[in-house]
C-alpha cells in the first residue's frame, strides 16, 4: 500500500510503499479514504509532540474509509461498514486511572500509563489502509462524504465537547475565541443550535468568514467583547492562553470559560482585577477533550444533517507534503483532508 511516511524528525513527509497490515483478532483493516490533518501532525514531525516510536512513522488521527476485512471475534462491524477511527482507540487496562473504569476519552491520553494512540503510539491513517481495533471505530451516517467525516473525528470531535461543556442556556450568548480548524466548527454549532454567537479574532480577514459561519458579531478582544455586552459561554479553539486569558474581561456574572484550544507555551492565567474579581463573579474555568464516543456520533449526525459543514481543502495523497507545508503555515481555511 501507499503511506505518507515520515523519514524522521524535520524531513519531509513522503509517499512511500511499505506493506499492507492485516486485522488481528478484534480488529478490522480499513480502506481509508480520507484522512485530516490536525496541526498536532505538525508537532510530531517536528518532534514538539514525541515522534513516534513504531517503523515506519505513519501518522494522522482523522482517518475515515470502509471496513475491507473484519479479525477474528468482531461482531459488531461487518465488511462494507463506513467507518471513521478515533484518537484514543484503548487503554492500557492495569494503571491506576484504567481502575477508575471511566469510558475511553481524550482524557485517556494523558492520565492512562499506556494508552494507544492513532498515529502516535500506533500507525495512523495517512495511508490507503490502517489496522483499528473494531471498538475504537464509529459508524459514519449514510451520505456524509469522507472528505467531509474526516475532520470532525478530531476538529469537530473537540469542538462540539467544548460546545457541550459549556452548556448554554436559552437565554445566553455564546463567544468563540479563535476562528480556525475547531472554531470554524464551533461558531457553526453554537449558530446551529440557535445562540447568538460572537467571534473573538484578532485577524480583520477573518471577520467576514466568521460571520458566515454563523457569527453574529465579531470583536477583536475581550474588552471589545465587554463592551458589547459581554459572553456567558467562551469557547477557548486557539492555541494562545494569553488571549484566552484577556477574553475573560468579556465573561459575564456566573459564564463559563471553556479550554479547549492547547498552549505548550504560556500558562493559562485569571488577571488581578479588582474592580471585577474571578472569586465574587461566580465564573468557571472548564476544560474540554475527546469526552467520549457518544459525543463524537453527536456532532457526526449534526454535520450529516446539513446544519454544519466542515470547510476543507481536499489534497491528491501525492500532495501530502504540500498539504502539510500549508497547514504549518497556517494557510489552509480551515481543515486539510488528504485523500488515499
Request: charge should be negative; charged fraction near 20%.
Amino acid at each position: 500500500m501507499q503511506a505518507a511516511v515520515i523519514p524522521e524528525v524535520n524531513t519531509a513527509w513522503e509517499l512511500r510503499e511499505i506493506p499492507t497490515p492485516r486485522p488481528g483478532p478484534g480488529e478490522v483493516l480499513i480502506r481509508v479514504r480520507a484522512s485530516g490533518i490536525c496541526y498536532n501532525d505538525v508537532l510530531i514531525s517536528r518532534g514538539i509532540i514525541p515522534f513516534p516510536a513504531f517503523s515506519p512513522a505513519v501518522i494522522g488521527h482523522e482517518p475515515a474509509g470502509e471496513v475491507v476485512e473484519v479479525g477474528a471475534g468482531v461482531t459488531a462491524r461487518r465488511t462494507g461498514d463506513r467507518v471513521g477511527v478515533t484518537w484514543i482507540q484503548g487503554t492500557c487496562g492495569r494503571c491506576d486511572y484504567c481502575a477508575l473504569g471511566l469510558p475511553v476519552s481524550g482524557q485517556a491520553a494523558f492520565r492512562c500509563a499506556a494508552p494507544a494512540m492513532t498515529g502516535l503510539t500506533v500507525p495512523g491513517g495517512h495511508a490507503e489502509y490502517l489496522v483499528a481495533p473494531a471498538d475504537a471505530t464509529v459508524l459514519l451516517p449514510d451520505g456524509l462524504d469522507f472528505e467531509l467525516a474526516a475532520p470532525v473525528l478530531c476538529a469537530g470531535y473537540t469542538a462540539w465537547c467544548a460546545f457541550s461543556k459549556g452548556a448554554p442556556r436559552p437565554h445566553e450568548r455564546v463567544a468563540v475565541l479563535g476562528v480556525g480548524g475547531l472554531g470554524h466548527f464551533a461558531l457553526q454549532f453554537s449558530a446551529a443550535a440557535g445562540f447568538e454567537t460572537v467571534a473573538i479574532t484578532r485577524s480583520p480577514d477573518k471577520h467576514a468568514v466568521a460571520r458566515e459561519l454563523g457569527a453574529d458579531l465579531v470583536v477583536g478582544s475581550g474588552e471589545e467583547l465587554l463592551a458589547a455586552g459581554g459572553a456567558d459561554v467562551i469557547l477557548v479553539t486557539g492555541p494562545s492562553y494569553a488571549a484566552a486569558t484577556d477574553s475573560l474581561r468579556g465573561l459575564r456574572l456566573g459564564g463559563r470559560i471553556v479550554l479547549a484550544g492547547i498552549d505548550g507555551l504560556e500558562p493559562f492565567t485569571i488577571p488581578p482585577d479588582l474592580a471585577r474579581p474571578f472569586f465574587a463573579q461566580g465564573q468557571q474555568v472548564l476544560g474540554a477533550t475527546h469526552d467520549g464516543p457518544g459525543f463524537l456520533e453527536q456532532a457526526l449526525r449534526v454535520v450529516a444533517s446539513g446544519k454544519v459543514t466542515p470547510k476543507v481543502e481536499v489534497f491528491a495523497k501525492e500532495q501530502v507534503a504540500d498539504a502539510l507545508d500549508k497547514v504549518a503555515k497556517g494557510e489552509v481555511r480551515f481543515k486539510a483532508v488528504v485523500t488515499y
